[in-house]
């Protein structure tokens, strides 16, 4: 539900920009900041995520994720102005997004060791089937209800989902270990491998997303409908949840972070390669090719850190890297708005938006590649 709204935002916005739409006087960019703010939100408030988490219970925290996150779906049908979409369907959807998302990810790879990698991929491709879910949902809803009584009735389905999902999360019985560490370890924060990890994590999440909101209305300018468009988003979102698993299964294989510079550097060609050709074959061969890579980097990279900077600052860790992902997540896609040209009829309109996300992803693999050579440097000298 978090991701599956959050990577669905690209219909709601179609439908904000279009004419019969709240937003239609509004840009490309102004209507992208309500859910890049969401999802920026869901990263960023995990900064807090060790305080809380030393207070309360996951399922404590996940409850009133459930409330906050619900509440502003629902307000959000009741707005008239760009500014009350970004408190609630921005705002308050994403903090609660973050107190619902966070807990699991925190205690979950903790339980494992051996097979993290895969356990993480199960894990992430949530994201990836409530995307599939949802965004053909989402147009549904919006073409047999209105975008009011769309967001309100998504508001509801997701109060119910999450608030059962709140009692499944329990702390491992290693937890405690865990929630020792302070949040910033300064002898820690002086390691280039660290400062490598976070660039590359912020790089990532600047350019991950920006397919996802301009998908919908990028197939249109290739003669797709308002459907089809939603579908590609879909589409894409189930294909990266399939290939969370599978890549998880192979990361377990060949090493994880081995895995994350193949991912990188794929998902980073797939921009350059297929969707700067402005053909609709080349189009759906990047909405495959982006799905089955993209989004394993975000499943891998929570394991990448036991396996780097140990079990001990694993939540430190966690917390710093889902702050830096939500900065990255906040000027990521707003810039890219600014690059479109005009309002965004025509393919060649968003050259200059396909060739940002690709610098965005390849300098993200270069720190990533970076990272890698300095493991693979430590374990070599390790080993002599």
């Known amino acids: 539900m978090v991701f599956g709204i959050g990577f669905s935002y690209g219909v709601f916005q179609d439908y904000y920009t279009s004419l019969e739409g709240p937003l239609h006087a509004r840009s490309n960019s102004q209507v992208a900041l309500v859910g890049t703010i969401g999802n920026a939100l869901t990263y960023t408030f995990g900064i807090f995520n060790k305080s809380l988490m030393s207070h309360f219970r996951p399922r404590t925290i996940m409850v009133a994720g459930a409330v906050l996150m619900s509440l502003g779906l629902a307000l959000a049908g009741s707005c008239t102005h760009l500014y009350q979409f970004i408190l609630t369907q921005g705002v308050l959807f994403g903090v609660g997004a973050?107190?619902?998302y966070l807990p699991p990810v925190v205690c979950a790879p903790i339980y494992f060791n051996r097979h993290r990698a895969i356990a993480m991929g199960v894990l992430f491709s949530g994201t990836g089937f409530g995307g599939l879910a949802l965004a053909s949902l989402t147009r549904h809803l919006l073409s047999l209800l209105g975008w009011r009584w769309c967001l309100r009735t998504l508001g509801f389905a997701n109060f119910a989902v999450t608030l059962g999902a709140s009692f499944l999360v329990k702390p491992a019985p290693d937890m405690?270990?865990?929630q020792n560490n302070r949040l910033f370890n300064l002898h820690q924060m002086g390691s280039y491998r660290v400062w490598l990890q976070l660039l590359g994590s912020l790089l990532q999440s600047a350019g991950y997303v920006i397919p996802l909101i301009y998908m919908s209305k990028y197939a249109q300018t290739l003669g797709y409908s308002h459907s089809q468009g939603a579908l590609f988003i879909g589409l894409n979102n189930g294909i990266n949840a399939v290939f969370k698993v599978v890549l998880g299964f192979g990361?377990?294989?060949?090493g994880r972070l081995n895995m994350i510079v193949i991912c990188s550097?794929?998902?980073?060609?797939s921009i350059f390669g297929l969707w700067i050709v402005q053909l609709r074959g080349t189009f759906v061969a990047f909405v495959v090719m982006y799905g089955v890579f993209s989004g394993a980097i975000i499943s891998l990279l929570p394991t990448c850190l036991v396996d780097i900077f140990g079990?001990?600052?694993?939540?430190?860790?966690?917390?710093?890297?889902?702050?830096?992902?939500g900065i990255g997540t906040m000027v990521g896609s707003p810039i890219a708005g600014l690059l479109v040209k005009g309002v965004g009829d025509e393919a060649s309109d968003y050259t200059r938006l396909i060739i940002y996300?690709?610098?965005?992803?390849?300098?993200?693999?270069?720190?990533?590649?970076?990272?890698w050579m300095a493991e693979y440097h430590k374990r070599a000298t390790a080993r002599l």
Request: glycine residues 14%; aromatic residues 6%.
């Open 311 to 325: 079990v001990a600052n694993y939540q430190s860790m966690t917390s710093l890297m889902y702050f830096v992902r």
């Open 98 to 100: 973050s107190l619902v």
């Open 265 to 269: 550097v794929v998902s980073a060609g």
């Open 357 to 371: 996300n690709g610098v965005l992803l390849g300098s993200s693999t270069v720190c990533l590649g970076g990272l």
């Open 176 to 178: 405690a270990l865990v």
């Open 251 to 254: 990361g377990d294989r060949i």
